[in-house]
């Protein structure tokens, strides 16, 4: 059984940073490509960046492209995502999720397991 498990979120003001982590159970963590997504109140979960199972390459969201930075670490079994220059519409509670495969996308039917969420709030 894979379990992700969310942390680093928090409330911050527009134009700060926040650096949200994803630590992995498992051996095979290095084997598949993670995503975050996030939730905002009343919306659908969008996606919000992707990385492969090396790190090699990264995909992001229009609406976060130079902002947001999204790396891992197999050897601690951990995805980050760097999140710089936060505005309101930042506010959400942000989901790791774990690949089909090796392979990642930004359709949720993609990821088959996913973490609780961590709340972030970016107030104006």
């Known amino acids: 059984q894979v379990q992700l498990v969310e942390s680093g979120g928090g409330s911050v003001q527009a134009g700060g940073s926040l650096r949200l982590s994803c630590a992995a159970s498992?051996?095979?963590?290095?084997?598949?490509?993670m995503g975050w997504f996030r939730q905002a109140p009343g919306k659908e979960r969008e996606f919000v960046a992707a990385?492969?199972?090396?790190?090699?390459?990264?995909s992001y969201a229009d609406s976060v492209k130079g902002r947001f930075t999204i790396s891992r670490d197999n050897a601690k079994n951990t995805v980050y995502l760097q999140m710089n220059s936060l505005k309101p519409e930042g506010t959400a509670v942000y989901f790791c999720?774990?690949?089909?495969?090796?392979?990642?996308?930004?359709?949720?039917?993609?990821?088959?397991?996913w973490g609780q969420g961590t709340q972030v709030t970016v107030s104006s």
């Open positions: 999720a774990r690949a089909r495969d090796s392979s990642y996308g930004m359709s949720r039917g993609r990821y088959d397991y």
């Open positions: 498992g051996r095979t963590f290095s084997s598949y490509a």
């Open positions: 990385i492969s199972w090396s790190g090699g390459t990264t």
